[in-house]
């Protein structure tokens, strides 16, 4: 070493994310032990779930992991997206390491979209990241918010601010456990898989506009058919960008105005109703600024409405939604940015390679007012 | 889809942590503005110091950035181990979100150990992820905490439980930061040099058992060699297995006796103090148990007497030291593991090829009874 000093390069030999297997089926989740056991080997199980799910559907993934030789606890905790706080996390942690959960402990996240985000940000931050499976029980969670490793947790400037990347170790989807979901619940998972359609496939937009209401009816063959669709074009876009670098900003479409809903509403809206209208508004901003094809709006009301699901959110101040947008995770410097479709069934890259897109003030006002505003 | 279902695998395209330089020369501190903004170019840079290291460097560091085009502001947060905590970690992030600080930020961690720990861990969870910046202004920090991604905070239950790998986008390490340093704190850095010898490098080893006085004088040229060879031998380990799934454990020798030894302290007693008393009760351990050789803990007391490190702890009840272990990170079961040295210089592999071993309760009850029984 020279007296004056030395630069070392450490190049850490870190290896991707393993691939992972997403199980579709009716019934998979009474064989969840051999499969857990197999994908996440660990001295313990810790199968964390909200209190109403977990009396639902607990029982029967414990008696499973035991029976394939796991030892299997379980930890709940409050439901809904009210729940899903640093102070949660914090106290399922401690539980946790109160129990004596090592190294080597596996966390199974049973239940909706925020036992998913919130048991993974568990997992992803126990003693610096322990496997995660994920074992959905709502429509939104199983094509949505399981796949593709975002965790995270709310704070009170916004949703998913705090967080991780956390792919998980296997992700079983048991259309069965949908038997026992509201139906609002349902069309909110609706919602997401339109937005698959509308930014991917028009041959599937189409295709839910035309079964909505067997759909609805808990048609079981047809909704295996929409899960699996839905999660195989989700996932091969986070295959593809799995860090939200680039194209995987697409899965946000309706989401920047949808975000800001909810927290407008104090989280008291479904997700999937407030993407709903996010979507609507993002569409007719995007056609009056001239990137979105016209008429790509009204044929995505038409379809949001075939499936139960409303176009206006109800009455919102729109200068605190516009404010809101401004912290959204994709927001360059302050200035929103929203992923738009070109038309039905494909998404308008930006300049410069980006999937994200500023809008003039007046478009997104006059959307947001149309979807928001005084009727 | 056949109506019962099918298996999707995803399988996603993330790459592995890119290399980083760690930069080590006396004064690279004034340069930080340019070697930042190439490494991390962000729209801005929120740098967080504990207020006592603020007071002497922020000034300087937040000036360059400046000068470099960056925005760029200070967030501090009080002093000490005990500031090591959710709470800390929650408000830092809160007030980077309050002041707007979007994706396109990345976070500066300036200080020692606990500041890189608990900012390494802030920019691991801002928002999924943010880049972090390591600017160490402690030998300990340097020599260990800034090099190779660890971040986390403290819980109850023990050191370190909650956090994630993140590793740094570049280290800047300024040797001529240290004059200002304690030399009670230099000492505590010394100790883990010296573990870094006795683990893998004899010659380094004796090195500094030889320059003990000029080291601890502060001499600026033996300083930098020092730090230079610390981090090129702790690099090529983290090089090698980044998430520590293997020989990486080797760096913790000294540590499960260590950790347990500041746990009982209330983190009242420096981590370069306990993990020297924790190398001599593991090598006395080692010994009884015929994994270490003999005399082995003899020669590491007298290098560490040399720095003016205690070899023994203080008084501690050994049974609540044992319950603290049984909790470590590396524990199995419950059964706490150890990274032994075979000899001054390098580690016993144990069987199955990892490189932690239980140790017979006996053998280690003997040696805790000796470094921090009654005297």
């Not at 064989?31 to 810790?46: C, E, F, H």
């Not at 994920?134 to 400037?157: C, E, F, R, W, Y």
């Not at 998972?189 to 698959?196: C, F, R, S, T, V």
């Not at 920047?256 to 209208?277: C, D, I, N, Q, W």
């Amino acid at each position: 070493v020279p007296v004056d000093g030395t630069t070392l390069t450490l190049n850490p030999a870190t290896r991707p994310a393993p691939a992972y297997d997403i199980i579709i089926r009716s019934g998979v989740s009474a064989d969840a032990g051999p499969l857990i056991a197999t994908v996440a080997p660990a001295s313990r199980y810790a199968v964390l779930a909200p209190a109403p799910v977990a009396a639902l559907h607990a029982e029967h993934l414990l008696a499973s992991i035991r029976a394939a030789g796991g030892h299997a606890e379980l930890f709940t905790f409050p439901d809904g997206e009210s729940a899903k706080t640093r102070a949660t996390w914090s106290d399922l942690t401690d539980r946790m390491l109160a129990a004596g959960y090592g190294r080597d402990t596996a966390v199974v996240a049973l239940g909706g979209g925020v036992a998913g985000d919130l048991a993974g940000f568990v997992a992803a931050t126990y003693m610096r990241g322990v496997p995660v499976v994920q074992v959905p029980t709502t429509l939104l969670a199983m094509i949505d918010a399981s796949v593709g490793g975002k965790t995270g947790i709310d704070v009170a400037a916004g949703k998913n601010l705090v967080g991780a990347f956390h792919q998980p170790a296997l992700v079983l989807m048991d259309p069965a456990l949908l038997r026992t979901l509201p139906v609002d619940h349902l069309r909110a998972g609706l919602a997401e898989a339109i937005k698959h359609g509308a930014i991917l496939d028009a041959d599937y937009f189409d295709w839910i506009a035309r079964h909505a209401g067997e759909l609805l009816a808990g048609d079981a063959a047809l909704m295996t058919r929409l899960v699996a669709r839905s999660v195989e074009l989700k996932a091969a876009v986070v295959a593809e960008d799995p860090l939200e670098h680039g194209r995987r900003a697409i899965l946000n479409f309706g989401h920047t105005v949808g975000h800001a809903l909810e927290h407008a509403s104090g989280y008291t809206m479904l997700h999937g109703f407030a993407v709903a209208a996010g979507m609507v508004a993002e569409a007719e901003a995007g056609e009056a600024a001239g990137i979105t094809a016209s008429g790509t709006a009204s044929r995505l009301a038409d379809t949001l409405r075939a499936c139960g699901l409303p176009t206006h959110a109800g009455t919102f101040d729109v200068d605190g939604l516009l404010a809101a947008m401004s912290l959204d995770k994709k927001a360059r410097g302050g200035t929103p940015r929203f992923a738009l479709l070109q038309h039905v069934g494909g998404c308008a890259q930006a300049a410069g390679g980006t999937w994200t897109h500023a809008l003039p003030h007046n478009a997104l006002a006059a959307a947001l007012r149309h979807v928001a505003g005084a009727r």
